[in-house]
């Protein structure tokens, strides 16, 4: 999928480019001075340890706002369904973030790390070996919990729920 999140791009492109959620409406209760909030992020709209912790928010006006509940937003609902439909036929799924030069891989709800974390691992190690090859560019790698922090309801926290082990 070239954009998760289309209303959300263009939003960042024409009003607001710093933008990262949806443009899903705004209730009326839902205000920031006198803005009305509108949005979800959809990086943390996932239904895998959806809500838990505290780097996701409840409140509509942050700009890490999770949804009313998992999958409330139709991006992350139809992009879960597609991979879950297919979840025997993929053997890798990336998602791609605009921000920083890091490699993440799981976990990123907590601090341990998945069974097959070493096979992760080496493929991401060739991923960016690749990217230092190809332009020259650095990457970190690691854990969303090691090199970020912990957050829950992340589409890259799901990978390998998703998808199981990678036989590399």
Not at 88 to 116: A, C, F, R
Request: proline share 5%; charged share 25%; net charge neutral.
């Amino acid at each position: 999928m070239p954009v998760a999140n289309p209303d959300g791009y263009e939003y960042s492109h024409s009003t607001d480019r710093l933008w990262r959620k949806t443009r899903s409406g705004a209730k009326a209760d839902q205000r920031w001075g006198k803005r009305k909030c509108y949005g979800v992020d959809p990086n943390r709209n996932w239904d895998f340890h959806w809500g838990e912790g505290s780097t996701s928010s409840s409140d509509p006006c942050t700009d890490d706002y999770r949804g009313p509940r998992a999958f409330s937003e139709p991006e992350t609902k139809a992009m879960a369904d597609f991979i879950l439909t297919r979840k025997d036929q993929i053997k890798i799924y990336l998602t791609l973030h605009s921000y920083s030069q890091m490699w993440l891989v799981p976990w990123g709800y907590k601090n341990e790390k998945p069974k097959d974390y070493y096979n992760m691992y080496v493929l991401a190690e060739k991923g960016v070996e690749a990217l230092q090859a190809v332009r020259g560019t650095d990457y970190l790698l690691g854990t969303a919990a090691e090199l970020l922090y912990t957050s829950s309801g992340i589409v890259s926290n799901g990978s390998v729920i998703l998808l199981a082990s990678l036989d590399v």
